[in-house]
C-alpha cells in the first residue's frame, strides 16, 4: 500500500508517547531518529538490551531492575529481557499519577463503586 490513508498533524505527532520515547533514547544515547519510526525498530532490533532498559525507565516501571539487560537466544521468542528484574505487575498497571479513579468496580447486579 503506497498511498497514506491518514498522517497525524504535528501537533499531534509531538504529543504523542511515541515523539516522546525517541526524544528520550536520542539524549539517552545521542543518537538523531528524526521522526523516522523505521529508524527506531531498526534501533531497538539491533539493540535490544538499551531498548528495553530505556523502556524500564521511561515507562518509570517500579520495581527492581536487574543489571543483566539481554540474555540472547538463537531463537528469538526465546530471548530473556532484563531477566533479572522484579516488578508488581497490579502495582505498575494501576499506579497512576493523579487523584483520577484508577479503577471502576461492576457487580453482577449493575452497582457501580
Known sequence: MSKKLWEASQRIKFSSNLYSFEQYISKKYSK?????YSSILKWSISNPGKFWDSVWD???I?????KKKLIKSKVFYKN???PKSKLNFSENLLSKNNKDKAITFISENGFRE
Do not use: A, E
Not at 62 to 66: D, L, R, T, V
Open 32 to 36: 538523531k531518529f528524526n521522526q523516522n
Open 58 to 60: 521511561y515507562c518509570s
Open 62 to 66: 517500579k520495581g527492581q531492575k536487574g
Open 80 to 82: 530473556k529481557f532484563l
